[in-house]
């Protein structure tokens, strides 16, 4: 399902560049707008992967009970891709949960999100049996983790950039400069060994060195600044 390269790459491009300015002004109806068409843009990317033969795949949509106030780089982040059946009997069946918790997100920046739990896809239809191993196997999920991470790995550096200037926003709108600070850390630091293992680092030490400059002077446009002149 993941197999195939995202088409027209290029608007997603665009749309960043337009997002770019947005994101200097107020961001409270940026935030506003992607959590309303969350579902919407999820299903947008989902419907320009090819689907696979033989499976049915059900995106769920949702947060978790009791509902409250989660930042990204909290543990109730999670979105996961299960199986359903995988029998002639059972049927051939897949959910695809996508956390309300990214529900801030842009269509490109939720780009890492939706390709990656694609990606799980991909690897459940080819062998159903060794993703169940990889439940209860440490080495195994990192193996598919670190797979589930190759789409993500070639996408243009400007819609990653995205991915990693939103989620900071966010945070540092949400709870200040503290609350950035720990978005920058986890992805920075942490992101790499949660869960299994096998994520990819979503910043590296340039970016986060900027972000510390930017905190440093009080000046969150700096780090706005910084990824623009970075394209």
Request: hydrophobic fraction near 35%; charge should be positive; aromatic fraction near 12%.
């Amino acid at each position: 399902m993941a197999n195939q390269p995202i088409k027209k790459m290029e608007k997603y491009i665009q749309e960043v560049k337009k997002y770019r300015e947005l994101l200097k002004g107020n961001r409270k109806s940026f935030w506003a707008k992607n959590q309303k068409e969350f579902e919407k843009n999820i299903t947008r990317i989902v419907g320009e992967s090819r689907k696979p033969r033989g499976w049915k795949v059900y995106l769920v949509v949702s947060d978790f009970v009791p509902h409250k106030k989660i930042l990204p780089f909290d543990d109730e982040t999670w979105s996961s891709t299960n199986i359903v059946g995988a029998t002639k009997k059972q049927g051939f069946e897949i959910m695809a949960f996508f956390n309300r918790a990214g529900s801030f997100l842009s269509r490109p920046a939720l780009l890492t999100l939706v390709l990656h739990e694609l990606w799980h896809v991909s690897q459940i239809t080819k062998s159903p049996k060794k993703y169940l191993k990889s439940i209860v196997d440490d080495k195994l999920s990192m193996k598919l983790e670190a797979d589930a991470e190759k789409p993500i790995e070639i996408l243009p550096k400007t819609i990653k950039d995205e991915v990693v200037l939103e989620k900071i926003l966010y945070c540092y709108d949400i709870g200040g400069w503290l609350a950035a600070k720990k978005m920058a850390d986890f992805m920075y630091k942490k992101r790499e060994k949660i869960y299994g293992g096998g994520y990819l680092q979503e910043m590296d030490k340039n970016c986060y060195n900027a972000f510390l400059t930017a905190r440093q002077k009080r000046n969150i446009n700096l780090f706005i600044g910084y990824l623009d002149n970075d394209q």
